[in-house]
């Protein structure tokens, strides 16, 4: 997932399985004034199969099992704090960017700071989280607003935090629901994109798309936690570019076992 970062097509493509579909073709036609009936049955291959979706309740349940501290990895004391970690970790390993935010944040410890800061200077704290320069202008444009329009504070409903620089659903998931409790929707990243393909929760490349298909079909009390248990898989079993099926608890009802 990007908020307005590039990804990478080929971390989310759909797993597609190929299959062998029959198909009997009934002919008729007349000889001599008799009739004939012919069938044909045809083999052909198919790749456009669509996995279908495991039960939802037993994937949650299946997932709580395994991973009973799923939570944000993110290191953060105070709500700016997650803003500008979760800002950071666009196209980048929350691991990198738990390495760049502690001398970043005893640089800048609150908005104002981060609001009147020399550019070059951000630029260059988080300069190995990639995107430096976007990065950069995107929290300090943030901050700016939240110190001027929001009194400092972050703001706690979806639409006012879209209105800030570098903040789309992703981040704004991330906020409300680690800051605030609120599930306003399901963060969707890179991980829970490419596992909800996977797993046949949604059939879309569109993280938009990829949340709404979620939220049709998760309970809204796992609204929060989905996207953790997910990430959690994601990083541990369910790699993008080899995921290790084998070694899966979820293979006896994930979709895309086989691949
Ligand atoms: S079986 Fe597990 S590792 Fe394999 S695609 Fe499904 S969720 Fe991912």
Redesign the pocket.
Known sequence: MTDNYPTPKWLCRPLRKRQLVYTTLHLQCTVYNKKLTIDLTMKTQSTVATPSAPDIEELITQLHHIYPDAHCELAYETPLQLLVATILSAQCTDERVNRVTPPLFARFPTAVSFATADRSELEQLVHPAGFFRRKAKHIQEASQLIVHQYGGELPNTMDELLTLPGVARKTANVVLGEIFGIANGITVDTHVKRLAN??GLSHSDDPVKVEQDLMAVVPHNEWINISHLLIFHGRR??HARK???PG?P??HI?P??T?
């Open positions: 996977r797993l079993v369910c995921p290790n099926c899966c979820l293979r994930c895309s076992a691949l």
